[in-house]
């Protein structure tokens, strides 16, 4: 079994990171209930929203980064990577910050790669570009996202999928709890 992970709100619990970040950027005083809302869609949406000119972009990512240096792992997500063959994340998040988390947790000994789309040259998801560079080098049975942006290049590709966090979300399989994941999804693949 090889499954292909979102990072941000999938495999870590980064939100409460992520819209430190955006409302730091922002320098309004914005509901942080609703940033997480448009944060949720996708972050191009939500600097549509709200104003903000995509030429901040890398200034976002050095402040959510910033702010993200706390954020943990959800709880049991080590036992599903542990369970499975080869884990691969594809993020939009810069690929050191992801290394350091994964190291600071000792998660990174079960991923055999980290593609960071931007850094690496692909097309923002939902383009399917990142998830077609894994599939020319490995097979993948499963991708793990918390957006739809996530799951679209998935099923465009015919790979099975599994919503995180989001009933909302088109998807094969929908878990809330990592501890139900081998419950819920392995043993219905």
Not at 12 to 17: G, M, R
Not at 53 to 77: A, C, I, K, T, W
Not at 137 to 156: C, K, S
């Amino acid at each position: 079994m090889n499954i292909l992970w979102d990072f941000d709100g999938t495999l870590f619990d980064t939100y409460p990171a992520l819209v430190e970040g955006f409302v730091s950027l922002s320098q309004r005083n914005l509901d942080r209930a609703e940033v997480l809302r448009w944060l949720k869609k996708d972050s191009k949406t939500a600097f549509k929203h709200y104003g903000i000119s995509e030429e901040l972009r890398g200034e976002y990512q050095r402040l959510y980064n910033m702010h993200s240096v706390n954020s943990l792992p959800f709880d049991d997500v080590e036992k599903v990577l542990a369970a499975v063959d080869q884990n691969i994340i594809v993020t939009h998040r810069e690929k050191e910050s992801t290394l350091m988390l994964l190291e600071k947790f000792d998660l990174l000994k079960y991923f055999q790669e980290v593609v960071s789309v931007e850094e690496q040259g692909f097309t923002r998801k939902p383009h399917t570009a990142s998830y077609e560079y894994v599939l020319k080098t490995r097979h993948i049975d499963l991708v793990v996202g918390d957006r739809d942006l996530d799951l679209i290049p998935a099923r465009g590709l015919n790979i099975k999928t599994v919503a995180f966090q989001n009933p909302n979300i088109d998807a094969d399989f929908h878990i809330d709890h990592y501890a139900d994941f081998n419950s819920k999804v392995l043993q219905h693949l």
